[in-house]
């Protein structure tokens, strides 16, 4: 069974985006099958991957933006589509994209109005709900998917809701600051009820000929973005001295005690839930943006020189410990 795995945090601003298009390379690149999957209706892994005119091309009527997916649901008028992925170029290995698409979040809003008839077995309802979920399902069956990666927006609503719940498990970036500790604790508490309510919607619906979420993802750790490299104290941000080493505990406490007893934390053997420290990389960004490329493929062409031609090309050694994480995930039964 192919795995899929959330990248989520309710908080923006952590390098979700950035952290899922280089990890995704790089598990391409060992030669797993790969497909992104944009739920972000800000589109930016789209705008990391496509050109604006393919983005321009993937939200027309013929399109295969994830709302063209799933529009004549959103409507009202039918079920979902079957639009391929598109290949993401400069991969060095099998890696699709379902396009993102600003649209989206006017789905949103049919969400919220047929949760509660969903939860009673209502079929329109629970239609709605798991259609991106089947989507995801039949678009990964078409490109023969070992793994699919989804990238969600920063909230808690019911776009959110209904991506989230298709996952198998998920995976919470975060930053040394106060917002992000913060928001472990609202997301704990929302993951706790979400799960509630998808297994009064699994109970009511018995239809086995309509594959719907099953709405308990398991957490399997957390990756800090931005962290600072520097040993000394006095060369460590502001941030990084003040909040650092209350990510940890915060963690533990909000998100996975929480879920622990609905057995949704998968248990790793050291106990450790941190996957990884990815350093701040802004400098190289730009240049990877542009050239629609991981920071690690790009080159003197691309405008990276000097000293930034190495940090470039060691980069991927920031991702080294999730990439094999990850492809260790997608073998798991």
Known sequence: M????????????????????????????????????????????????????????????????????????????????????????????????????????????????????????NEPAVRAQSAIHRYIQWASEKVGADLVLLD???????????????????????????????????????????????????????????????????????????HNIRTNAAGMTEGWQIYGNELEPAIRANIIDKLGPLDQVQIWRDDDYKLGLIPNLHSLIPYSMDAKKPIFYCNSSDGVRGAHLAKARDSADHFAEIVDTLNSVSSWP
């Open 152 to 226: 969600l927006g920063p909230n808690l609503g019911a776009l959110n809701r209904a991506v989230l719940a298709s996952a198998d498990y998920f995976i919470t970036p975060v930053a040394p600051d106060l917002f992000s500790i913060q928001g472990t604790e609202n997301l704990g508490n929302k993951l706790v009820g979400w799960r509630k309510e998808w297994d009064q919607t699994n109970v009511a619906w018995q239809d086995p000929s309509l594959s719907i979420p099953k709405g308990k993802p398991s957490y399997l750790g957390y990756v800090v973005q931005q």
């Open 2 to 121: 192919t795995k899929s795995i959330a990248i989520f945090n309710n908080k923006g601003g952590v390098g979700k985006t950035t952290y899922m298009y280089h990890v995704a390379h790089l598990l391409a690149a060992r030669g797993l099958t790969v497909l992104m999957v944009d739920c972000d209706s800000q589109c930016n892994l789209s705008a990391y991957c496509l050109s604006d005119t393919a983005i321009r091309q993937s939200w027309s009527t013929d399109g295969n933006s994830i709302y063209r997916a799933i529009e004549r649901v959103a409507r009202g008028i039918g079920d979902i589509r079957q639009r391929q992925p598109s290949s993401v170029p400069n991969a060095q290995g099998k890696l699709y994209l379902v396009p993102g698409d600003l649209r989206l979040s006017d789905f949103e809003d049919t969400l919220g109005d047929t949760w509660s008839a969903a939860r009673g077995g």
